[in-house]
């Protein structure tokens, strides 16, 4: 196993729930519950440095409920270090911060070359609250990385996008840009892995 002969001790081990194939955004006590059972059985530990709430789409209560309280009561046992919600929307992300329990959020799509919307909500609100931020899909979902991207949706699919899914490759209306800046990389050989790297660090402090 990849955390046997003391590797446990070496890594910050994290895992999600809501999004099991079993339990999809499935935020009731019994999921939540059977999830964390699943992965520690999984991952052959008995703790875990945080867990985060995955992938609510359209309503952020219900995730806040069941949910986070069965996450309380296994932080308070010693299971898990933090707890952290992984969601697009700002407003989820303010909504999260003042239960008080949230510890960790990750954005998505929202600090890359394409948009940094999150330098102006979620990143000065975990400044504000001293709440961990992850930085997710920092290539836009390979948009801007690898080969040349190509878009073969269907050009009214924007419409049809849930709120995590908009600006992300599925979204029409990022591929004209994307792909003129995959081009602009190619010519002048700048590799946008290192780009996205470089403006990482200089998140507002």
């Known amino acids: 196993m990849a ?92 909504r999260a911060v003042e239960t008080g329990e949230i510890d960790i959020l990750l954005s998505f799509l929202d600090y890359t070359l394409l948009s940094q919307t999150c330098a102006e909500t979620t990143i000065p609100l975990a400044l504000e609250h001293d709440v961990g931020i992850i930085l997710g899909s920092p290539l836009t979902g390979s948009l801007l990385a690898g080969p040349e991207p190509v878009f073969k949706g269907d050009t009214n699919i924007g419409d049809k996008l849930p709120p995590a899914a908009i600006g992300n490759p599925l979204d029409p209306s990022v591929a004209p840009y994307a792909h003129k800046m995959w081009k602009k990389g190619q010519r002048t050989r700048v590799k946008h892995s290192r780009s996205c790297n470089s403006i990482c660090p200089e998140c507002p402090d």
């Open 3 to 94: 955390l046997s002969e003391g590797w446990r001790d070496k890594v910050y081990l994290q895992t999600k729930v809501g999004s099991h194939p079993k339990f999809l955004r499935d935020f009731s006590k019994e999921a939540t519950t059977w999830s964390l059972e699943n992965s520690f059985k999984l991952l052959k530990t008995e703790y875990v440095d945080s867990v985060l709430i995955h992938g609510p789409r359209y309503d952020i209560e219900t995730p806040l409920g069941p949910c986070l309280d069965v996450l309380v009561d296994w932080k308070k046992k010693g299971f898990i270090g933090h707890i952290g919600i992984g969601v697009r929307q700002p407003d989820f992300h303010k």
